[in-house]
């Protein structure tokens, strides 16, 4: 797949207010979106709190790259070793952006760490591209920039994607999915596996899905 020539650049917090809009508004609509606030209006003043959190945070302990332009944004976390618990305050200030919705948010979290693989690899946590510059190849061009790193360094990545457009992105893009994730009454994640070369992680293609069972929660779609 021919990647088109996009400039990017790492991430700094002076690129937050421009970034903080691409994030929610790339992750607005979707089966995730719908589950985790229903409300449309109350999702656009949560996801702005929350991917404030979520980039502060990224910024900090992650690697976070953009474009020149700022239409773009990854946000990759290595996980090297087994990672250690977040810390009260970033557990804080998600509590904070999400509101009631917190308990889906969190359950979405534990879910998400539960069927996470132990191999050591570089997750990407969230890749987004502003909705009116989606389809130009800014996706392609911030994952090939960490790519290269990753081929350098024999390492693998995953991520989870969560509709089925991403997913048939990302097999373009190198990525093998493994057995999906369905929520009860909730959306289907598929997780997914860019090998390297190391070997991919024990039962990742079992054909069975893994079911989850979740507590209805103040906020959760019913």
Do not use: C, K
């Amino acid at each position: 797949m021919t990647i088109p020539t996009v400039a990017v650049r790492p991430a700094t917090p002076a690129d937050t207010d421009a970034l903080v809009p691409v994030l929610a508004d790339a992750f607005f609509t979707g089966p995730v979106a719908d589950w985790l606030v229903p409300d449309p209006a109350e999702r656009r003043l949560v996801y702005r709190a929350y991917f404030t959190a979520v980039l502060h945070h990224g910024l900090e302990h992650g690697t976070v790259h953009t474009t020149d332009d700022r239409a773009g944004v990854a946000i990759w976390y290595p996980r090297l070793q087994p990672p250690t618990s977040p810390s009260r305050e970033h557990l804080a200030a998600l509590e904070q952006a999400t509101g009631r919705y917190a308990p889906v948010f969190a359950l979405l979290d534990t879910l998400f760490e539960t069927h996470h693989p132990a191999t050591p690899h570089h997750h990407l946590a969230y890749l987004a591209v502003a909705p009116g510059r989606q389809n130009g190849g800014i996706g392609a061009a911030l994952l090939a920039n960490h790519h290269r790193r990753l081929d350098a360094e024999g390492l693998p990545a995953y991520l989870e994607a969560t509709n089925l457009r991403n997913r048939a992105l990302y097999q373009r893009l190198g990525y093998r999915a493994g057995i999906p994730i369905q929520i009860p009454s909730g959306p289907t994640i598929w997780r997914m596996w860019r090998p390297g070369t190391a070997i991919f992680p024990p039962g990742f293609f079992d054909t069975a899905p893994t079911m989850v069972s979740a507590v209805p929660t103040e906020g959760a779609a019913q």
